[in-house]
């Protein structure tokens, strides 16, 4: 039979809608120098055009190609096109241009060095140090006025006047001489004197991009400046273009800033940018943005995705690069850092919980789609998990992992421990157990065995064998489902509610005995979480098996220990006892609470428990959180931030550290008792380090420098859960 969800509010779904997916190409250039990119320019074609420190580059068909002549020009500082398609470039060497492929200096045009060049229509200025010029007529002329020397940009205004933009202030030059320069630097009428970037917008608005912001002016006035006071992420620009949608993209320091027009977005790390440091953009007309960094060349693309799309490349992802024998899932490490060509997996603590949520997201998938690879993807892993409780050659405990015998451990390998280690580990972790022997073979020499399993492996197992058995499994699979649930249910039960290793002690973490939970204080921190677990264990073992033995021992505890009194207890309100590890376990614990309530009168406790466990980690706008809360706590939140987090999170599962140290639009926490440096808001997923639900979201340092790829299966496992609750409903395809 199976167990319908224990609604107690009916869901409000959210459509699928297709919405806009960023994702990366990254395009470096060749050595050190070249990478060194200082400007971008797209021809007519839409073919990137560079200036970097070696001189011009253009990719051609996929590669980097030097133009003919190229050699010549050395460190170039700008590049532009005109209007017949020839291509300009700014160079220490003095100004150059390139049409039919080839690279020659500017005839006539004898001035070196150049910093900057602009090009309208067939008039092309170019300033430096010895000032500002045009080729209006047939010469080139030296337009009046004077500037400071260090000229980084120069912009041709609708009324006829070049604007030049210095490390110290911005001029305005009449080229008839008849009116005197203006300068631009008070903070008045300019956030910083320190220019990089002027140029037209949509409007008719000029953009100046400085050291301090952007402003925006309409003629010569500033109608608008974006910076630390309205919560840019860093003021430090180099750039500015506009896309067809408005959306304004601002090269800075550290990343690529966009403004939407009511909200910054920050493109950095390796997930989005060869280097932080970008320098230039153009915009395609596809919407594809084309970044300068000094470590290359970026593509920043994008595309009309669904999450039903989404979760149809995650899959692909998962099942390519993330299951290895005998079917258990968990992250790729990279031979090569960042490369996805060559990549392993390898031995994880929580290799059982990890396929227990695979199991899961394909029984739910199936439940939804009736798609047999489904069905026979969840039979698969399920075989895996029987595996790991096989493997021990007991008839109730479970391996946290099992390797092929050949394949060596990579964690927690076999060691011996001396007697001041000993007493040093006790000293740090009253519930260390140092097990000199860790890996076992098992019984027909096939795999090796890790012992010590935890209680998030038991949580991880439960939760996906429950529904296996309920959405997925056949009567045969139902009766291999129940007979081992039996078996490591029952033997926790039998054991005085602790999951008993070999050695015929409780494994480190596996424990929610009375003797522990209420009476040792080196179990404080597990009492409540833990009582709440094994009420969930009971119910499940109980729904398989109709064994007696399960209820009696839930109302033992209920009875004779108060675990009921415990469960109504849940909370983590001490920031240093608070972690996300605990708050994913218990989103895996309530559902099989709730459809599986063993005793009647623990439902309103279980409500109390739900509610303020979620009330701990809503700010977090983790999805599956929410989904649980609103299909079980007889309440509902607002839906937006989990969506959003869905919808932002990155298609590239590699690891990046992302460091949101340097932005400036995040304040930190200073809480007493959270540990390292946290950021006080959550800022987008597609801008922190790829962070799954148990993981803390808040460190403003995130990664592990591309060393491996994580597998997708949170993402998955809130997406079908949202799909099968009603909490998402799917659009056309």
């Not at 892993?381 to 099992?402: K, Y």
């Not at 499994?473 to 649930?485: G, I, N, P, T, Y």
């Amino acid at each position: 039979m199976v167990a319908a969800t224990q609604r107690t509010i009916k869901p409000v779904p959210t459509l699928d809608k297709p919405f806009w997916q960023e994702y990366h190409q990254p395009w470096p250039v060749g050595t050190a120098d070249e990478n060194d990119v200082r400007a971008i320019v797209l021809d007519k074609a839409g073919t990137p055009w560079i200036a970097t420190k070696v001189g011009p580059r253009v990719l051609v068909r996929a590669a980097w190609v030097k133009p003919e002549g190229a050699d010549a020009v050395g460190s170039s500082h700008s590049i532009c096109i005109d209007g017949s398609g020839t291509i300009w470039v700014a160079a220490t060497s003095g100004l150059w241009m390139i049409s039919g492929g080839k690279v020659r200096q500017a005839p006539g045009f004898t001035q070196a060095p150049i910093g900057a060049v602009t090009a309208k229509g067939s008039l092309i200025v170019a300033a430096g140090p010895d000032g500002v010029f045009w080729n209006k007529g047939s010469k080139w002329a030296k337009v009046p006025g004077r500037t400071m020397q260090n000229v980084r940009t120069v912009f041709m205004a609708l009324d006829g006047h070049i604007w030049v933009g210095t490390s110290s202030g911005l001029y305005i030059l009449d080229p008839s001489g008849k009116k005197p320069v203006v300068r631009l630097g008070h903070q008045d009428v300019l956030l910083s004197s320190n220019v990089h970037d002027i140029q037209a917008l949509k409007n008719g608005d000029i953009a100046i991009a400085s050291t301090g912001g952007l402003d925006i002016y309409r003629g010569r006035t500033r109608v608008k400046s974006l910076s630390s006071k309205e919560r840019i992420p860093c003021r430090e620009l180099r750039a500015v273009a506009q896309d067809a949608d408005g959306r304004l993209w601002l090269p800075s320091r550290i990343g690529v800033v966009r403004f939407d027009g009511d909200r910054f977005r920050l493109r950095h790390s390796r997930r989005w940018l060869l280097a932080d440091d970008a320098r230039g953009v153009a915009i395609a007309p596809d919407g594809t943005a084309w970044v300068a960094t000094a470590g290359g060349v970026d593509a920043i693309h994008r595309k009309k995705m669904t999450l039903e799309a989404k979760a149809d490349y995650f899959l692909g992802v998962l099942r390519k690069r993330h299951i290895r024998e005998p079917g258990l899932v968990g992250p790729a490490v990279l031979k090569k850092r960042g490369d996805l060509s060559e990549s392993f997996i390898e031995d994880d603590d929580n290799d059982g919980e990890h396929t227990g949520m695979y199991m899961a997201i394909e029984s739910l998938r199936y439940a939804v789609t009736k798609d047999p690879r489904a069905k026979a993807n969840a039979r698969a892993a399920f075989r895996a998990m029987e595996i790991l409780q096989e493997a021990t050659g007991t008839p109730h405990f479970i391996a946290r992992s099992v390797l092929p015998v050949g394949t060596p451990p990579l964690h927690e390998v076999d060691r011996t421990f001396t007697p001041e280690e000993i007493a040093e580990a006790r000293m740090r972790d009253p519930r260390e157990k140092p097990i000199a022997k860790r890996w076992l073979p098992t019984k027909d020499g096939k795999y090796l065995w890790k012992r010590d399993a935890s209680s998030d492996e038991v949580d991880g197992h439960m939760y996906g064998y429950a529904l296996f058995h309920d959405l997925a499994a056949d009567a045969a699979d139902k009766k291999r489902v129940a007979s081992l649930v039996d078996r490591i249910i029952g033997g926790i039960v039998d054991n005085g509610y602790v999951l008993q290793d070999i050695d015929g002690k409780a494994t480190r973490w596996g424990n929610w005995s009375p003797k522990s939970l209420n009476g040792d204080p080196n179990w404080n921190e597990e009492r409540y979480g833990n009582s709440t677990e094994i009420f969930s264990h009971l119910g499940v073992a109980y729904h398989m098996t109709g064994k007696q033995k399960y209820v009696d021992a839930a109302n033992d505890l209920i009875q004779k220990h108060g675990y009921a009194e415990n469960m109504g207890n849940l909370r983590y309100v001490t920031p240093s006892e608070a972690t996300h590890i605990n708050d994913e376990l218990l989103s895996m614990v309530f559902p099989n609470l709730f459809n599986h309530l063993l005793i009647p009168d623990l439902k309103m406790i279980a409500i109390k428990a739900l509610r303020q466990w979620h009330q701990g980690c809503v700010r977090d706008n983790i999805p599956f959180y929410d989904f649980v809360f609103n299909t079980y706590s007889g309440s509902r939140v607002p839906l937006i931030g989990a969506m959003a987090t869905l919808r932002e999170w990155p298609l590239d599962q590699i690891e990046w550290t992302v460091d949101n140290r340097s932005r400036e639009d995040v304040d930190f926490d200073r809480v007493p008792g959270r540990d390292g440096v946290k950021v006080s808001k959550l800022v987008p997923r597609d801008e922190m380090g790829l962070c799954n639900w148990d993981q803390e979201p808040y460190f403003a340092v995130i990664g592990r420098n591309g060393e491996r790829e994580d597998r997708p299966s949170d993402w998955l496992l809130a997406y079908w859960m949202g799909r099968y609750w009603g909490h998402i409903t799917a659009g056309k395809r």
